[in-house]
């Protein structure tokens, strides 16, 4: 198929030199708004376009995909989490699913970091202080948090984010456990010089503090159940970076507020932009805007994959990051 007559539908507002490029190479619909597509748009650009490039706001379920036309044969995400495509659905239809992984991992390493030290070393607390000009001076009792050298993180999901975050961990000091359908290679494990645990439940017991690094998919929804989160010590702190769906966010919300955990660092909420009250206006909770991978070159890196995948399929070759349900 030659690229120049590619139809492109692109669903949100991208990064000024991604959308050029575009507008180069395909005949692509940009969007100008940056407000996501409602569903009957979405509809409406997939029975034109030959590719559509959505990114995760937009729900592309079996519904939508039965409706697609006959055109359509990429679904290129803007995005590496793939949890609201049905990727099955889409190669039942032959239709390919390419996503944006790699790119975002050492931005995503970073904001977990950076939750846990602001949950563990109370920033918003001190944060609000300064702000509401209520700080008096250094005390030496005042805002004492936890040191994170020789505390135990327990990382969920030990792919290329939890990974990064392994890295990072064992800089400050952190001592490094995990939890994976499957077990590291022995040189990756030492080289992080991580403890895997085959049991979910022995480990998240046994941690300072549990990161949540792995995919939403219908083994992963709810991992971190009431049960689960009722295992950890009361002194321990969760940080979710990846999908809200894997933490019960009612359940978690009670905990904090009943002082049955430590804290806790969000940047994803289990029903999108709606977050349970429960966990607001908590001095030990942080709530962040999903803005993990938000760097300018992030967002950049991400375009370009998503160039790279179209002009290949376009080319006729399978985009280098097809995404098959197996691996799900
Ligand atoms: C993704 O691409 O799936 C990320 O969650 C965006 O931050």
Redesign the pocket.
């Known amino acids: 198929m030659p690229s120049q007559r590619l139809s492109v539908v692109v669903t949100r507002r991208l990064p000024d030199p991604i959308e050029t490029r575009m507008m180069e190479l395909f005949n692509v619909k940009l969007r100008d708004t940056d407000e996501p597509m409602t569903r009957a748009e979405l509809a409406a650009a997939m029975q034109t376009a030959d590719v559509l490039v959505p990114s ?1 706001a937009d729900q592309i379920d079996a519904g939508l995909i039965a409706q697609a036309g006959e055109r359509l044969r990429l679904i290129a995400n803007y ?3 793939v949890d609201h495509i049905d990727v099955e659905t889409a190669r039942r239809r032959g239709i390919l699913v390419s996503n ?1 992984p790699g790119v ?1 991992t050492d931005d ?1 390493a970073d904001m977990t970091v950076a939750l846990i030290l602001a949950v563990t070393r109370r920033m918003p607390e001190g944060m609000a202080q300064v702000q509401a000009g209520e700080w008096n001076g250094w005390s030496p009792t005042a805002l004492l948090g936890g040191r994170l050298g020789g505390r135990r993180l327990g990382i969920l999901g030990m792919g290329r984010i939890g990974q990064a975050v392994a890295r990072r961990a064992r800089a400050f000091g952190m001592q490094v456990h995990y939890h994976n359908r499957r077990r590291l290679r022995p040189e990756i494990e030492d080289g992080l010089e991580a403890t895997y645990w085959e049991s979910l439940d022995q480990m998240v017991a046994r941690m300072d503090v549990l990161s949540i690094n792995c995919p939403h998919t219908p083994s992963t929804f709810h991992l971190m159940n009431a049960r689960r989160l009722g295992l950890m010590k009361k002194d321990a702190v969760i940080v979710n970076t990846s999908r809200g769906e894997v933490i019960d966010e009612n359940a978690l919300g009670r905990m904090v507020r009943a002082g049955d955990l430590a804290g806790a660092g969000l940047d994803v909420y289990e029903h999108g932009t709606v977050v349970n009250p429960d966990l607001k206006g908590l001095p030990n909770v942080v709530l962040l805007p ?1 803005m ?2 938000a760097t300018r070159e992030g967002r950049m890196e991400m375009g370009e994959k998503v160039l790279i995948n179209i002009k290949t399929f376009a080319d006729g070759h399978r985009p280098p990051d097809q995404v098959v349900p197996a691996m799900l």
């Open positions: 995760l995005g590496a989490g944006t975002l995503t999903h993990g991978s």
